[in-house]
Antibody, heavy 115, light 109 residues
Framework: DVQLLESGGGLVQPGGSLRLSCAAS????????MTWVRQAPGKGLEWVAA????????YYPDSEKGRFIISRDNSRNTLYLQMNNLRAEDTAVYYC????????WGQGTLVTVSS | QSALTQPASVSGSPGQSITISCTGTSSDVGTYNLVSWYQQHPGRAPKLIIS???NRPSGVSNRFSGSKSGNTASLTISGLQTEDEADYYC??????????FGGGTKVTV
């Protein structure tokens, strides 16, 4: 079974940085693109970033280019999201998901941006 | 890019059928057969129930079906059951290599 386990969330001050991780198992990690999606409290789903299996290609919404960086380590079966210059509106549960059109999701990790 | 448009809520009685619409543009839903539907129960992660407009992943009930016409995709739940009460989201690939979601529909049984 596909398993995705996010970690690294927590409370961070505005302007701060945080790196999320997603440990993958149950499938050949390097053969699949991966995606981050977030969900603000009481709100809908929002695509954050995606990366190809080889890391050759990365994809971001125009609204977030520059602050967030997606990366992966195929030797560790782990996906990352580096988030910089965080704002209150970045407060959300962050999910990692397999594929660019997600077919499996982790349980999410909560990021709270507040002073 | 604006979110796909879904009704905020849909309700039905047990055993009935309901349909949730998902309206996009010629830059997303209208161009690609890459529309997915997700079910999300409170406090849980989303679960894929329909991919590529109408494909049901293994293990998903055949009471869920998807279709598309022009810029609008639809999810139909037949034989509504109490466990179907959840939020439902559509998504689509776009011409700018992005992924876009609908605002979500709360289904009440």
């Amino acid at each position: 079974d596909v398993q995705l386990l996010e970690s690294g969330g927590g409370l961070v001050q505005p302007g701060g940085s945080l790196r999320l991780s997603c440990a993958a198992s149950g499938f050949t990690f390097s053969s699949h693109s991966m995606t981050w999606v977030r969900q603000a409290p009481g709100k809908g789903l929002e695509w954050v970033a995606a990366i190809s299996g080889s890391s050759k290609s990365t994809y971001y919404p125009d609204s977030e280019k520059g602050r967030f960086i997606i990366s992966r380590d195929n030797s560790r079966n782990t996906l990352y999201l580096q988030m910089n210059n965080l704002r209150a509106e970045d407060t959300a549960v962050y999910y990692c998901a397999r594929e660019r059109l997600p077919d499996s999701w982790g349980q999410g990790t909560l990021v709270t941006v507040s002073s | 890019q604006s979110a796909l448009t879904q009704p905020a809520s849909v309700s039905g009685s047990p055993g009935q059928s309901i349909t949730i619409s998902c309206t996009g543009t010629s830059s997303d839903v209208g161009t690609y057969n890459l529309v997915s539907w997700y079910q999300q129960h409170p406090g849980r992660a989303p679960k894929l129930i329909i991919s590529e407009v109408s494909n049901r992943p293994s293990g998903v009930s055949n009471r869920f079906s998807g279709s598309k016409s022009g810029n609008t995709a639809s999810l139909t739940i037949s034989g509504l059951q109490t466990e179907d009460e959840a939020d439902y989201y559509c998504s689509s690939y776009t011409t700018t290599s992005s992924l876009i979601f609908g605002g979500g529909t709360k289904v009440t049984v």
